[in-house]
């Protein structure tokens, strides 16, 4: 597969990185024969650092390694896409990605996503808003959440004995939404939960 793949002038070909389990788009870097070999050795991204000339493993300063789950590239083979379990933020900036908040949107990504409703209570325990819910549980504390969990999980018991659909359904988002402001409380990411539940469910190949 190696000698259909399309190395650009400078013996190099863009990697896409993928997070394996939400997705995400990390980050966009680049690789040669020499760094796409060792990352199929070690099983972790290594790239070629255009700026320093030289090999880097993502992680060997940080300790965020990216352990690869697979690699794939596009119809004309000049671009990769690699998917990983990453141990920490891609980002040297601390952030989850390297592509940083939008500068252009249209109204078709305004979709709902538990990712996004995510990173806007995580918005609102950085940046406190008059006036907001999230900021009123925050500023009461873990036992306030805690709380709000168990109170929100018992109206989903009492909605789901009475077979009542519409308010099952309001219950149970009120329940998810009490949930990831726990897990913002604790510093526990979407990818967390997605990792564990696909060590328990994910088909084994």
Known sequence: MMEKLKFNQDGLIPAI???????????????NKESLKVSISEKQTCFYSRSRQKLWRKGEESGNFQHIVSIKPDCDG??????????GPACHLGTESCFQPSIFETELGTEFSFEALYELI????????????????????????????????????IAAKDRDFKELRYEIADLAYHLLVLMVEQDMKIADIKEELAGRYAPKK
């Open 17 to 31: 990185v993928q997070d394996h389990y939400t997705k995400e788009v990390l980050t966009l870097a680049y690789m």
């Open 122 to 157: 995580a918005e609102r325990k950085a940046n406190k808003k008059d006036g907001s819910y999230t900021n009123y549980l925050f500023d009461k504390g873990l036992d306030k959440i805690l709380k709000k969990v168990g109170e929100e999980a018992t109206e989903v018991v």
């Open 78 to 87: 000049d671009a990769l896409l690699i998917e990983v379990v990453k141990d």
